[in-house]
Every structure is written in C-alpha cells, then in structure tokens.
C-alpha cells in the first residue's frame, strides 16, 4: 500500500486481466516478506520504498489462481504499507498503467474483490492488523 504525499493510494492496471490493483508479487527463496513488497515495488512501478507498516494477512481459500501455464495457486497475501524514498514512476511488462488514485475514486474502478478489501481495511486505519 503505496502512498503519496497526498493520500493517494498507488494502482497499477495489470495487463493480465485488465483491472486495478495494489503494486505485489511472488516471494523468492532469498527474500524477507518485506524485502519482497521493497522489491516488487521497484519492479513494478520504478519506485524505492521503505516498508511503514502491516495493513493485514489475507488467505482466502476461494482465492484460487490458474496461470495459462498450467500451474495453479492458491493466493495468500502480506499486505505492507510503504512510504516513497526514491525512483522514478515507470510501467513494467506487467501493468499497462499507472496511477496515485484518491480514495473516493477507487469504488469506481474495476477491481478483484481481494484488492478491494485490502484497500478498505488499508482505509478503516485499523489499530491492529486484519488477520485473516
């Protein structure tokens, strides 16, 4: 959950499947949960961040992903907040766009049902973290 000086919340419209979603991605054997949102950030969107806290853990079972590969997934999610310490904004392969979106803007946008959630609850600015 990258955001910007004003509040608006970093989306990128992924090239997959069309819709928005928060900047993330698979873990690798050498990372750290954080080290892996630092680094996927940066993949994704050119941005250096640092990691500023924990929105929530997510583990839907229904959340079932079936790459055109064959190789089939169930999700589970670490959802960081992050503030901005460098980069330059810039699209990768995978995201057709990116954009700082304002709160009230984000209902309006296509989106999974799980990204939206962890934006509400990024929103809600919960004291502890959703477990879930």
């Known amino acids: 959950m990258v955001t910007d000086d004003q509040g608006r919340i970093l989306l990128q419209r992924r090239r997959d499947n069309d819709l928005w979603a928060l900047p ?8 750290s949960l954080p080290g892996t949102a630092v680094r996927e950030v940066k993949e994704e969107t050119g941005l250096d961040v640092e990691i500023t806290g924990l929105v ?25 907040t992050a503030r901005i310490v460098g980069g330059e ?17 984000i209902d309006a946008l296509p989106m999974h049902h799980t990204q939206r959630l962890r934006v509400r609850h990024f929103l809600e600015h919960r004291e502890r973290p959703y477990l879930g």
Do not use: K, W
């Open 24 to 31: 993330g991605g698979g873990m690798e054997m050498a990372d």
């Open 56 to 80: 929530g853990t997510y583990t839907d079972p229904r959340h079932v992903i079936a790459y055109t590969d064959g190789e089939v997934r169930r999700q589970f999610n670490v959802c960081f």
């Open 89 to 105: 904004l810039a699209i990768s392969d995978e995201s057709t766009e990116l954009r700082f979106v304002s709160p009230d803007e």
